[in-house]
């Protein structure tokens, strides 16, 4: 089975620190993607990466950045928090052999509140 | 552009009732996939099915069943005898392959014994 695990489930910020949220998997997925869960607004594409040291824009890029310095841990970083990322982040992985169109499989999540 | 469209934000039904939650997408492609995930209160998504646009079969996996029907564009999931383990966030997806998984806004089934 495939394993994604998140190294926080909910985590509570103050206004301009820096956060890090962590994504690992054990499964040797090429594909890693990180999104954001709102009410009404369903999954939105933050960032996502095919390799090691590779990263591509999603949706709403703006205010987060990403590293991937290993395989199998993907991090999301918020440089300076504010309460509009205030939501429920999810990291997922794909396998690359499957193509772009191979399920992806997700993390439990972390519920971010920035106050 | 490609959309997927869950009208449905809340159901609400009694145990042992059959449910069907509808998606509705738009895509130019003729090549694309769907997928159904189920979001339960744990929060991580679980898979649930993965079809493609040339594959226009039913299908029936338990008391889940799917219909997909590219006339409409329409790709929906029917609960049969729900049951209160059932209760979650249900997403619907849609990717072409070249761009990124677009979801749904979800629907949120409660069942109530």
């Known amino acids: 089975d495939v394993k994604v695990t998140q190294s926080s489930r909910y985590l509570v910020k103050r206004t301009g620190e820096k956060v890090f949220l962590e994504c690992v998997q054990d499964?040797?997925?090429?594909?890693m993607f990180w999104y954001r869960q709102d009410p009404g607004l369903g999954l939105r594409l933050i960032y996502f990466?095919?390799?090691?040291?590779?990263?591509e824009k999603g949706d709403i890029p703006e205010g987060y950045s990403v590293s991937r310095e290993k395989k199998e841990r993907f991090s999301l970083i918020l440089e300076s928090a504010s309460t509009n990322q205030t939501s429920m982040y999810l990291c997922?992985?794909?396998?690359?052999?499957?193509?772009?169109?191979?399920?992806?499989?997700f993390g439990p999540g972390t519920r971010l509140t920035v106050l | 552009a490609q959309k997927v469209t869950q009208a449905q934000t809340e159901i609400s039904v009694v145990e042992k009732e059959d449910v069907t939650l509808d998606c509705v997408y738009e895509?130019?492609?003729?090549?694309?996939?769907l997928f159904w995930y189920k979001q339960p209160p744990s929060g991580e998504l679980v898979f649930l099915i993965r079809r493609n646009s040339f594959d226009e079969q039913n299908e029936i996996s338990g008391r889940y069943s799917w219909n997909f029907q590219k006339s409409t564009s329409s790709f929906n999931f029917t609960i049969t005898a729900s049951q209160v383990v059932d209760s979650a966030v249900y997403f619907c997806a849609l990717t072409n392959g070249y761009n990124k998984l677009i979801f749904g806004a979800g629907t949120r089934l409660a069942v109530h014994p």
């Open positions: 499964m040797d997925h090429e594909n």
């Open positions: 895509t130019r492609d003729t090549t694309y996939y």
């Open positions: 990466s095919y390799d090691v040291k590779m990263k």
């Open positions: 997922a992985t794909q396998p690359l052999a499957g193509g772009t169109t191979d399920t992806q499989y």
